[in-house]
């Protein structure tokens, strides 16, 4: 009887520190896999915000509304860029966003704040081309911000954009 304690006493201390290791390592798989799937959430988060904002643009670009109609959706997209990026008060006057864009050196944007004061309160009639021009601001206005929309449009045609989900799930991670 006492040789077989003696003869299972070394290969159970090797298993009890088998089955510990082995405990720890599950666990820590665990805990690196919830972090992992965190950051595929964000990552899936911003690219849906990038495919919305491409889809709303291209909307606009071909939509049949009168141009002061596409210029108010414009207003829209853009303070609500200016505001999730750069953290500005959504009623803040366009004059007071320019004088916040010249403080910080952001030449592109304060040209397109301009753009937007001359052509909401000038009290003319809005041209179809100067609401393009608008649109293609903010379009490379939002390729800067977010450089994934160019990544995003060269891996779709344009007459695909408005069939993409809400959350696409376009491949960017691997490089032509």
């Given at each position: 009887m006492i040789d077989i304690i003696n003869f299972l006493g070394p290969k159970v201390v090797f298993l009890i520190i088998f089955l510990l290791a082995l405990i720890i390592f599950l666990f820590i798989l665990i805990i690196a896999r919830k972090k992992l799937s965190k950051k595929a959430d964000f990552k899936q988060s911003y690219i849906?915000?990038?495919v919305n904002l491409i889809k709303e643009l291209e909307n606009l670009k071909v939509s049949k509304?009168?141009?002061?109609?596409?210029?108010?959706?414009?207003n829209?997209?853009?303070?609500?860029?200016?505001?999730?990026?750069?953290k500005l008060n959504k009623s803040m006057d366009y004059s007071e966003i320019?004088?916040?864009f010249?403080?910080?050196?952001?030449?592109?944007?304060?040209?397109?704040?301009?753009?937007?004061?001359?052509t909401l309160y000038s009290g003319e009639k809005t041209s179809k081309k100067k609401i393009e021009e608008i649109i293609n601001g903010l379009e490379s206005i939002i390729n800067d911000i977010y450089p994934e929309t160019r990544k995003i449009k060269e891996k779709i045609q344009p007459e695909q954009i408005n069939e993409?989900?809400?959350v696409a799930k376009i491949n960017l991670m691997d490089e032509e």
């Open positions: 849906s915000k990038e509304k009168s141009p002061e109609a596409i210029l108010e959706e414009l829209y997209i853009a303070r609500e860029i200016f505001s999730s990026v750069f320019v004088s916040y010249k403080e910080n050196k952001k030449f592109k944007l304060t040209s397109f704040c301009q753009k937007m004061i001359e993409l989900p809400d």
